[in-house]
């Protein structure tokens, strides 16, 4: 009689054991769902602008949309590089003054009295509404646009790692303790891996942030990326690029958490936080 799980086999005789699920399977399960998903709601939207003949200065129809970006490939590929790059450097400002702040934050309460009352005034104010000021102080560069990137993805970075940081089993940290181990050892050993489940899934949230603190200051004066194109083609009334430009950053936001996801996967199956889903 079978017990309902894979086929016999020497080492299952009774095929209890449910059988591997295999690559392909797998994959499958995770693609399927979210290309019905975009099928949709990419076909419900084509479908409502056509038929209630929606005027393309309210909403531009994806075939529209996807028509612009193959016109011109280059150019948007192009103008999303340098908001990548300006977003990269941004993001990575931050991860290491977050990272920086976080283990300085950990290992002396003063530090953490003195630096909590900077973190809460960086936390409640608008940053996007310092992008103009941010112009008129570093130039026309580069340099607002990470500057921009690297506040509006500072806090949540210095948050999750002060939380990684902290968030340390106390009966392994005192039986490290009893042993004389240092707080060096204490930190690489102990405190960084039960941290990486926190920065990732910070890293997750930031990668998009990142982008749209660059795409913001470029609004305010830049000669390239995809901020600047919104910007121009919002000047002419071409929303067919405007919508192209921000499917481009969409695309791109997408790609990097996927990214983020599989590293995230990868390093984390020892973590519950990590644990598949059923």
Not at 44 to 51: L, P, S, T
Not at 113 to 122: E, G, N, T
Not at 213 to 242: C, H, K, P, R, T
Request: charged residues 10%; aromatic residues 12%.
């Amino acid at each position: 009689m079978s017990g309902g799980g894979g086929s016999p086999s020497p080492t299952d005789p009774i095929g209890l054991v449910p059988p591997k699920i295999g690559w392909a399977r797998r994959a499958t399960r995770s693609v399927v769902p979210g290309v019905v998903a975009f099928v949709v709601v990419f076909g419900g939207w084509e479908f409502g602008v056509r038929y209630t003949h929606i005027p393309a200065t309210e909403l531009v129809a994806p075939s529209a949309i996807f028509r612009e970006l193959w016109r011109a490939p280059g150019f948007f590929a192009s103008n999303a590089w340098v908001t990548i790059q300006e977003a990269f450097w941004g993001f990575l400002v931050a991860f290491g003054v977050a990272l920086t702040a976080a283990v300085v934050v950990v290992h002396s309460r003063l530090m953490d009295r003195a630096l909590s009352p900077i973190i809460v005034m960086l936390q409640v104010t608008p940053i996007l509404a310092l992008a103009p000021p941010l112009v008129v102080w570093l130039g026309f560069g580069p340099q607002p646009k990470i500057v921009m990137a690297a506040l509006i993805t500072f806090v949540p970075l210095f948050t999750n790692a002060t939380a990684g940081f902290r968030a340390i089993d106390p009966a392994t940290y005192e039986v490290m303790r009893s042993v004389d181990a240092g707080r060096s050892e204490i930190f690489f050993r102990l405190r960084v891996p039960h941290s990486l489940p926190y920065l990732l899934a910070a890293t997750r949230v930031c990668v998009g942030l990142a982008l749209i603190g660059a795409v913001v200051a470029e609004f305010f004066n830049s000669s390239a990326g995809l901020g600047n194109i919104m910007a121009g083609a919002q000047l002419y009334d071409q929303s067919a690029v405007v919508w192209a430009a921000i499917f481009t950053l969409v695309f791109i936001g997408v790609v990097l958490v996927g990214l983020v996801t599989v590293v995230q996967h990868r390093l984390l199956r020892w973590s519950e936080l990590d644990a598949p889903r059923p």
